[in-house]
């Protein structure tokens, strides 16, 4: 008798098991999905998607969702275009030296503080603030989802 109760109970707990896993690689295929539809869409379309996120989230006046807008377009031009330099370098097989990738990691962080700087010309305080708390929110997601990363490998 205990060996069938066993034997049910080590079925069942496989067959929870199995049924987890076909929803992670369900959820990990649709991000991929969305993630590749993100790359896929221009510089003008993507800086429209987010404006008009940070208009809902914030807010905005019209003067300062074309303000927004501006400032998105010129962001993701710029990314767009290191995106596409870094890929050509990755299919020659270079790799960055020591001095590019401080470099990079310098351009990258000028950038973020005069992004940082015309998102607050451009905001009214009580609007910066919430901006200021919806980036902390979308870094702690980021940090949660490598956490989980690790986890499952």
């Known amino acids: 008798m205990k060996n069938i109760i066993y034997a ?3 079925l069942f707990s496989l067959n929870v098991v199995a ?7 369900d959820k990990k295929g649709k991000r991929e999905m969305s993630k590749e539809f993100m790359q896929n869409l221009s510089p003008k379309e993507l800086a429209t998607l987010h404006t008009k ?7 905005l006046s019209d003067k300062q969702q074309a303000q927004v807008l501006a400032l998105q377009t010129k962001v993701a031009t710029e990314r ?8 050509a370098k990755k299919e020659k097989g270079e790799k960055p030296s020591k001095e590019e990738r401080y470099k990079m990691m310098n351009e990258r ?21 919430r901006w200021e708390k919806m980036q902390a929110r979308k870094g702690k997601g980021k940090k949660k989802r490598k956490g989980k990363r690790k986890r499952q490998e």
């Open 8 to 10: 049910l109970a080590i």
């Open 19 to 25: 049924q987890e896993g076909s929803e992670r690689s």
């Open 53 to 59: 996120k940070l208009t809902l989230a914030l807010d």
């Open 80 to 87: 767009k275009a290191k995106m596409e330099a870094h890929k």
């Open 109 to 129: 962080l000028d950038a973020k503080i005069a992004y940082k700087k015309n998102m607050k010309e451009i905001l009214s305080d009580e609007q910066y603030t």
